[in-house]
Every structure is written in structure tokens, then in C-alpha cells.
Antibody, heavy 120, light 108 residues
Framework: QVQLVESGGGLVKPGGSLRLSCAASGFIFSDYYMSWIRQAPGMGLEWISRISSRDTNIYYADSVKGRFTISRDNAKNSLYLQMNSLRAEDTAVYYC?????????????WGQGTLVTVSS | DIQMTQSPSSLSASVGDRVTITCRASQSINSYLNWYQQKPGKAPKLLIYAASSLQSGVPSRFSGSGSGTDFTLTIRSLQPEDFATYYCQQSYSTPPRTFGQGTKVEIK
């Protein structure tokens, strides 16, 4: 079965960096677009980044552009999010998510999330 | 950017009720509209994709309709496990893949 397991979250000071990882299993990872989506405490969902199956196309939300970098290693079935210049407003649960391959680009599987807290 | 507006932001309903949630896009998104259910402390779960296609394993009491800018999620007969927050999301254009602000369905 499809599994997405995030890791790397934690407490970091403003201006600091953190790298999130997502280990994928149960499907052919290199066939699928992947995304990172976050949710601040008590708030709604915010899409932040998307990467194509062969990482030729990468997209970011304006709120993280220039600070966050999405990447993937298809040989390791892993997705990453490098987060630099972190701010208090980046505090959130970060979800790794798979985009369905049927052409409608729905997010069909989500990880359990990893909490990132930016605080001094 | 395409804006997604859900209504209502919250509602109270009883078990067995028919519940309708609407989502409006700021421009046409054809049928690139998805619905998710999220329970407290859990990851969202895909319910409906392509505006009206039921995700595998999702009960048939959930249905979606609409195209263009106006969409609806209907729960035919609300069950205790359906009390949750529901989000719409457009997958027509990137970036960003905008979500609606959510609709919290509470027990009356």
C-alpha cells in the first residue's frame, strides 16, 4: 500500500534552516509528481511546492519562493524540502503528498505530517 | 492566482441530515476541483476528484457536482464519522494549487 513518511521537523530559531524528508513506498515513486502542503496551527491547508516526476518542473508558492527548495531522489524514493531563512509564520505541520497520475492532479495520498516550529 | 471560496465556514447538522457545501473559483477551472476531509490531528483524505469522481473506498453518500466556477459537495445522510473539516482545492493551474478556507461540520 502507498506510504509516505515525513521526518526532519522540529524546533528552529527564526532565520534558521531545516531539511524535511519524505520516504515513499508502495508505488513507483519516479512516475508521480509530488508536493509539500502545510497547515499552520488551527488554520487551513496551504500548498507550498510541487515537483514533477523527473524534477524538470518545479513550482513554489509566493510565500516560500526563494527560501524553500524542493527536490527528490528517485533512486532513494525520497522527497525533500530544504527550508532556509525560516520565519515564525512558517510554523506548521508539513505534509508530503502524492499527485494522482490520472490527469486531474488530485492529491491522492498524504503523509502523516511533521511539525516545524519556528521560535526563539 | 485562482481564489477558492467555500461556504459556509461552519455548519451544525444532525446524524441523517443532508449536508451541502459549496466552493466557488475566481475563474473557470473546468472540472479540476477536488474535495478533502480532515479530522483533528489527521492528514486530509481525498474524497472527490475531477469535481464528481468518487475516490476509491469513499462511501457513496458523498457526491460532488459542478464545473466552471461553482461546485458542490453533498453528504446524503450524515454519519457520526463524517463530522470533520472539508476543503476544496483547484488543480487547474500551478502555482499555487489553492485550497478553500475549509468548512467545519459539527454535531447539532
Amino acid at each position: 500500500q502507498v506510504q509516505l513518511v515525513e521526518s526532519g521537523g522540529g524546533l528552529v530559531k527564526p532565520g534558521g534552516s531545516l531539511r524535511l524528508s519524505c520516504a515513499a513506498s508502495g508505488f513507483i515513486f519516479s512516475d508521480y509528481y509530488m508536493s509539500w502542503i502545510r497547515q499552520a496551527p488551527g488554520m487551513g491547508l496551504e500548498w507550498i511546492s510541487r515537483i514533477s516526476s523527473r524534477d524538470t518542473n518545479i513550482y513554489y508558492a509566493d510565500s516560500v519562493k526563494g527560501r524553500f527548495t524542493i527536490s527528490r531522489d528517485n533512486a532513494k524514493n525520497s522527497l525533500y524540502l530544504q527550508m532556509n531563512s525560516l520565519r515564525a509564520e512558517d510554523t506548521a505541520v508539513y505534509y508530503c503528498a502524492r499527485e494522482g497520475g490520472g490527469g486531474w492532479a488530485e492529491t491522492d495520498y498524504w503523509g502523516q505530517g511533521t511539525l516545524v516550529t519556528v521560535s526563539s | 492566482d485562482i481564489q477558492m471560496t467555500q461556504s459556509p465556514s461552519s455548519l451544525s447538522a444532525s446524524v441523517g441530515d443532508r449536508v451541502t457545501i459549496t466552493c466557488r473559483a475566481s475563474q473557470s477551472i473546468n472540472s479540476y476541483l477536488n474535495w478533502y476531509q480532515q479530522k483533528p490531528g489527521k492528514a486530509p483524505k481525498l474524497l472527490i476528484y475531477a469535481a464528481s469522481s468518487l475516490q476509491s473506498g469513499v462511501p457513496s453518500r458523498f457526491s460532488g457536482s459542478g464545473s466552471g466556477t461553482d461546485f458542490t459537495l453533498t453528504i446524503r445522510s450524515l454519519q457520526p464519522e463524517d463530522f470533520a473539516t472539508y476543503y476544496c482545492q483547484q488543480s487547474y493551474s500551478t502555482p499555487p494549487r489553492t485550497f478553500g478556507q475549509g468548512t467545519k461540520v459539527e454535531i447539532k
